[in-house]
């Protein structure tokens, strides 16, 4: 637990004006898992833009009133925020929207540029003005320049991906066109559905279509830019096959929402898989197999289905707590796990326990988590994890910029299991990774450091927000 997150994206273009802001407000709610710092909706009604963003959950930043403020129209971009590059400010939120010579934009990002820096310097020394210090804004200024030497935006969106690197899904649009795309690697999902009016429907996870309605139509391919406009849906694909296709393993193992498929492979079914390779590889006798919510749940029951131990319901989520990684300070992140999970001592006492999660990164959540469990009376408790230990720096949108503070780094699994205290523990190996999704094509360099992209010379997070005295 306590790994930061990326975003969520989500755009709907409909065949008539309507409540589109209402359509994207839910698409958002569905996608609140990643990312709860901020929110934001622009509504295009015939080429005027209206939007409201602000810091907080979905259903804390828009409320009844201030949807019914915003106009009907024929689009509307949305996105739920994360932070990986630039602090939490109101000025960070997205979408952002820009008014150019020819006409206005609105961009919703998830992901993370890998050469941000590389390019906002450029484009800094060249003019550029910044309102803003997250790399989206850094893709928002190229493709407008773009878009001042081409016909169209579509084709600013292709001359734009020329320039990026690293993970990023978009989902955009102009005062007539929603395009979506995705970079050549496909590190991030981005999927596109069809209401039952005919409105075209973009989102990251197909839960957020499902929210809304939609019809499941495809995942775009890594590289593909769809254009949506009232003549339909047009696909362009010169950028697909330039990288080997690189999905981050992570969205399987812990971002997405299980009820989500990605690249034609259920979450679920993923996570259940997990569970039962850790189950093969760390068997151990116990009485009850629990896991940690919610995506510890998944593989809890894969466990118990590959080992025949009886699984139970032995923590209880309040679920009007964010996810513990939010808060943004160790304090604050100790403080809220026992607001957050409540053990069940009648499932928990006298019992040996197999307690399943999806990643320890510092050690100090898995830890305050295995107190609550002993304090309920378990006996023996054994930690399965269904990820690799974190060993590296994530570049693709993933907030794990320093190697200092992952406790796999300094420690062997015996090391951490006694500082954690565990009876055992047993983390899924890199070499099953594939197994998870029955292919090859995934980034794991969290794990293995095998970096699909250049490794940027400058990895963080503050880096447009540092005093005068800390800038190189």
Not at 284 to 302: C, E, F, N, T
Not at 432 to 456: M, Q, R, V
Request: net charge negative; glycine share 8%; aromatic share 8%.
């Amino acid at each position: 637990m306590a790994i930061h997150e990326e975003c969520g994206v989500f755009g709907v273009m409909s065949t008539q004006k309507e409540n589109v802001a209402g359509i994207t407000y839910y698409g958002l709610y569905a996608l609140q898992h990643r990312g709860q710092e901020s929110c934001g909706i622009v509504v295009n009604d015939d080429g005027v833009f209206s939007s409201y963003k602000d810091l907080g959950l979905v259903s804390e930043v828009f409320s009844k009133d201030t949807l019914y403020h915003l106009p009907e129209g024929t689009m509307a971009v949305g996105h739920v925020r994360y932070g990986t590059t630039g602090g939490t400010t109101r000025n960070n939120c997205q979408p952002i929207e820009v008014n150019h010579q020819k006409g206005k934009m609105a961009l919703a990002h998830n992901g993370n540029l890998s050469n941000a820096l590389e390019l906002r310097d450029k484009l800094e020394l060249s003019g550029a003005i910044f309102h803003t210090t997250s790399d989206t804004e850094t893709i928002a200024y190229v493709i407008t320049r773009e878009r001042l030497m081409t016909p169209s935006i579509e084709e600013a969106v292709s001359n734009t991906m020329n320039l990026l690197e690293g993970a990023y899904s978009l989902v955009l649009m102009s005062a007539t066109k929603m395009i979506a795309a995705r970079d050549p690697y496909g590190f991030r999902p981005l999927c596109y559905g069809q209401m039952p009016d005919g409105a075209y429907v973009v989102a990251s996870e197909s839960c957020a279509l499902s929210a809304v309605g939609a019809e499941f139509v495809r995942d775009l391919l890594p590289g593909e830019i769809l254009v949506f406009s009232q003549n339909g849906v047009e696909s362009r694909k010169e950028h697909c096959g330039k990288q080997k296709k690189k999905t981050c393993i992570f969205e399987y193992i812990y971002f997405a929402r299980p009820d989500s498929v990605i690249d034609s492979v259920s979450v679920h079914e993923s996570r259940m898989r997990a569970g039962e390779l850790l189950s093969e590889s760390y068997p151990v006798d116990a009485d009850i197999v629990i896991g940690v919510p919610d995506s510890g749940l998944d593989a809890a029951l894969g466990y118990a289905n590959k080992s025949g131990i009886p699984y139970g319901i032995g923590l209880i989520k309040n679920k009007y707590i964010g996810r513990t990684f939010i808060s943004p300070g160790q304090n604050e992140r100790l403080d809220k796990v026992r607001i957050k999970l409540s053990p069940v001592k009648n499932v928990i006492d006298g019992k040996r326990v197999v307690l399943i999660d999806d990643s320890i990164v510092r050690g100090t959540t898995s830890k305050r988590i295995v107190k609550l469990l002993r304090d309920a009376g378990a006996k023996e408790i054994h930690m399965r994890i269904s990820a690799p230990p974190f060993l590296h720096a994530c570049y693709y949108g993933t907030d794990i910029d320093s190697e200092e503070n992952l406790i796999a780094c300094h420690h062997s699994m015996e090391e951490i299991a006694e500082m954690i205290g565990v009876d055992s523990l047993g983390y899924l190996e890199v070499e099953k990774l594939s197994k998870l999704i029955d292919s090859e094509d995934y980034c794991a360099a969290c794990f293995n450091g095998e970096y699909p992209t250049k490794i940027p010379a400058d990895l963080r997070k503050d880096r447009f927000e540092r005093k005068l005295s800390e800038r190189v």
